[in-house]
């Protein structure tokens, strides 16, 4: 009964996104509102049926309704309740229904704002959620239906459809396989509805984009109207980013945090060409220009977000992030292509209108060097595109398939994030308009050599000799400077001229324009993630033995003393090896750790969760890597001394508290844009 | 009492020993762990793809490990062992493509493409840009400062 109501809601809601597509072009094409208003009730509509077919799955999750074969195939009997709502994104078919929940819930939303002075926008802002939503549907409409339930032949062959086939009756399994083990962590369960909530947003300043270029506006409404959107969507992509770091460091256990896996990229393209998008925005508010380059990244971006879906969804590559294979891969295809052709014919369609109103006055301006940043991103992102793509090329050309591994992405990047670093360093020095090399030198050498101190006493104190360590902490030294004394300058500036105290004109002025100084603050958490990034990539050290009780192993100032291991089973149906060892420090004993090796029996999969002693300074980092069962001697660790790689985790928290800082809604920006009917004169500033 | 024969027997065959253990190939320690790791890091398995080889848990990614240590131990070189595994599996063991074929591709189209990307950029400057005004030098606590000029626009415009 309750997947009948849920699939019956799921063809509806594609029918009422199919219709408002419809509607809504028809409605604009041919000047009839009526329709348009039709389209967005049918689009207002779509909500409330995914949200019940969503909660139709949560309830037959939670209800242990094995008679489903998507229940059957995430959850089962051992797992406590929460994970069995969480399940509802645990899976291909589910994780579609999330997906396009989320789609209606934005769209939903966009379409309930004020349209007033925009409703030349709103059709095609309709016509473009609701294809968007209409796709996702229709994939699990048709192809992946979480909905569906196990039968079995007579002769014992299990088949899987919505109703009853002839000659067969129903089977109910007595418990279901349960959730991937990986999965389980409660790093995980947020994490994918992280990254998807970042991606779907991301499809609304797509959709005003779009609705821009049909309506013929070349103005930067959709700019506008859109702003907080993105920041929104670029918050919860890199939120999804950095919390599935936290995940594989504490669960893949491989003792780092990013490895360049072509899922992590799925993710990370769309946040580069996102990130790209943020910065030569502004540009266009500022000077009008860029209008075609801002239009075309958005496009991409979106292009990069179905993509992003395509591949974590459709097991075109094997990873171990893509659980999924199914035959939806063609579909996923044929959308992105096609949309991507007709967005881009529309830019094409509206090239001579969209030309800048401004000319580039210097090449030392800021929105000279907003563009070198967007080249360093682009940048980056040929070369994540390319390494994901190319193994299926060679598959296909040679039938060969090869590794794109992290070798060749950080060699390849790694010139571009100093490129970027040092960027994040000079913009803020920089100058609208025009701006001669010479003021900008000015402003720029004497904290240059400031910066120096830096690897200066690195390499003094600390014996860093590594070249390329020394300039990464030297440019990070640079932006942290540069970043202060924009506050500083600001802050001071303000005291003198308004005579207010200089804490009060420092939170005027952030509170003031976010935008700006939320976005320095986020530079300052990149760059303490810069710190911990180095730390482990240029420092981190490793060794790997195989010790009998009370035997030692030493890396560094540490020392790991094995103690003892045991082997149990567990309720939730692992086999648990769980060792006790003893940490000490330059001879100071610094606690237990307890580091194990989890085996599901059910999927035969094992895990490696490490023993960690973590510190502002450094993580001690342990794996269980083998054990003589019987004997209990010779059981073989590997550790990892990873300095600094907390200040990734630090970093990724001001990061995400400066974006919401950005992105915070304020009565002074409301009000500027109740009161701005056309673009503010150009600020030649 | 002994027979000098017999005391040369006995010193002669002991120089014999001694000589034979001396000239017997000297026992090299076996490989450690950190050794087989060194290269099994730069290797992938075909069926536990994206986990390097030295820190995948699954049983067939031990028995490689084991494999790289009997290779090691025989006295076989890392690019050895790396071709060995190469003509067993293909090319896809490797963390990344051989630079031959069409894997040159790999290497050759993002530094191209961003070159490409670069001099676009190179000449959209050329074609907007115009002789940068110069810029007077200002007084940094005057009130025609220009980046206080600038700092006040902004914050009007915002409120």
Known sequence: MLANLGYFSLVLTFVAALYGAGAAAYGALKRKPVFVESARHAMLLTWPLVTLAAVSIIALLVGRHYEVKYVASVTSDAMPTYLKVTALWGGQAGSLVFWSWLMSAFATAAGLRRWDRDRELLPWVIVVTMVTLAFFISLVVFFENPFQRLWQTLDGVQVSALFQPKGTIPLVPTDGQGLNPLLRHPGMVIHPPMLYLGFVSFVIPYAFGIAALAAGRSDDRWIRITRRWTLVAWLFLSLGLILGGRWAYDVLGWGGYWGWDPVEIAAFMPWLTGTAFLHSVMIQEKRGMLKHWNMLLIILTYSLVIFGTFLTRSGVLSSVHAFAQSAIGPMFFGFIGLTFVVSVSLLINRWGELRGENHLDSIFARESLFLLNNLLFMGILIVCFWGVLFPLISELFTGQKVTVGPPFYERATGPLWIGLMLLMGVAPLSAYGASSGRSLGRNLWKLMALSLVVPVALYSFSGVTLIGALIGYWLIGFVIIVTLVEFWRGALARHRRHAESFPLALWRLAVRNRRRYGGYIIHLGVVLMAIGIIGIEMFQTETQGTLARGESLSLGQYTLTYESLTQFDTADGRNVARAVVQVYRNGKYMGSLYPRRDFYYASQQPMTIPGVRSTLEDDFYVLLVGWEPIAQQGTTFKIYHNPGVNFVWMGGLIFIAATLLAAWPTREYESLRQSTAVRPAIARV | ?159
């Open chain 2, 1 to 159: 009492m002994h027979s000098p024969s017999k005391w040369f027997a006995i010193v002669g065959a002991a120089l014999i020993g001694l000589t034979l253990m001396a000239s017997a190939p000297s026992q090299p320690p076996p490989p450690s762990d950190d050794e087989v790791n060194a290269i099994a890091h730069q290797m992938y398995c075909p069926v536990c793809e994206n986990v390097p080889l030295d820190v995948c848990p699954t049983e067939a990614c031990a028995q490689w490990r084991a494999t790289i240590r009997e290779k090691l131990a025989e006295g076989w070189s890392e690019s050895q062992i790396k071709d060995y595994f190469v003509e067993q599996y293909g090319a896809r063991v490797l963390a990344s493509p051989p630079a031959r074929g069409l894997n040159w591709l790999v290497y050759i189209l993002p530094p191209a493409t961003f070159l490409a990307g670069a001099y676009i950029l190179f000449r959209a400057f050329r074609s907007w840009g115009r002789p940068a005004e110069p810029q007077t030098p200002a007084e940094s606590d005057s009130k025609d400062d220009p980046y206080v000029a600038r700092l006040e626009e902004e914050l009007r415009r915002r409120s």
